[in-house]
């Protein structure tokens, strides 16, 4: 079943500028994993956030967790056209299955 | 170089005629996993496998087979495919905070 849902579904900025996407989700976890994909690509690992953690940073990357809201934020800073791609939040409840993973947010970077 | 490989990448098949899409990674992970990717539905866990002769059913297993006799290779297996099994298949493996995806496997079932 979809754990996590993204938004918005696809957002357009111009180079330069921060990119915001958020993800919420519906039941309690152990933590959650943004990856991203370049068009019709394997999905790559970003960052991991703890349900007892409350912001990461990964050089451009930002991620902030607000476990009472259910919900996750991924902020890149100072966009390239090369961050163009798509961006999935993952959550892990802790089960045998591993993680569900949301629609994703779709980035274009205008250079 | 560490890496989950998938073959074949792409597929054009008919209905009825089984196949099977490779998968083995060499990172010595005992989690593996399949997802589906389609469009507006994101991925969907398929199967997946937590270590040798261990494997169980995730959202949408209808139609697919799976076996891990060995670590490293997690083939995923379509007996009958049918067109609504046309889609992106994505194999995984990994452990606990982070999962390694193959390139991606595009299947067409006419």
């Known amino acids: 079943s979809q754990q996590g849902e993204e938004d918005p579904q696809a957002l357009s900025i111009q180079e330069g500028e921060n990119a915001t996407m958020n993800c919420s989700y519906k039941?309690?976890?152990?933590?959650l994993q943004w990856y991203r994909q370049n068009s019709g690509r394997g999905l790559v690992h970003l960052i991991l956030?703890?349900?007892?953690?409350r912001e990461k940073h990964s050089g451009r990357l930002r991620v902030t967790l607000d476990t009472s809201k259910k919900s996750s934020s991924l902020l890149i800073t100072a966009s390239r056209a090369a961050d163009t791609a798509s961006y999935f939040c993952a959550t892990d409840v802790g089960g045998a299955d591993g993680l569900t993973f949301g629609k994703g947010t779709h980035l274009i970077i205008q250079p | 170089e560490a890496q989950v490989t998938q073959n074949p990448r792409y597929l054009i098949t008919v209905t009825g005629k089984k196949l099977t899409v490779t998968c083995s990674q060499n990172?010595?992970?005992?989690?593996m996993s399949w997802y589906r990717q389609d469009p507006g539905l994101g991925l969907r866990q398929i199967y997946y496998s937590m270590n040798v002769e261990v494997t169980d059913k995730g959202d949408v297993p209808e139609g697919y087979k799976v076996s891990r006799k060995e670590k490293r290779n997690f083939p995923l297996i379509l007996e009958s495919p049918s067109p609504n099994q046309t889609s992106l298949y994505f194999c995984?493996?990994?452990?606990?905070?982070?999962?390694?995806f193959g390139e991606g496997s595009r299947l067409t079932v006419l």
């Open positions: 039941t309690s976890i152990n933590n």
């Open positions: 956030i703890r349900s007892n953690e």
């Open positions: 995984a493996s990994g452990v606990v905070g982070e999962l390694f």
């Open positions: 990172m010595n992970h005992e989690y």
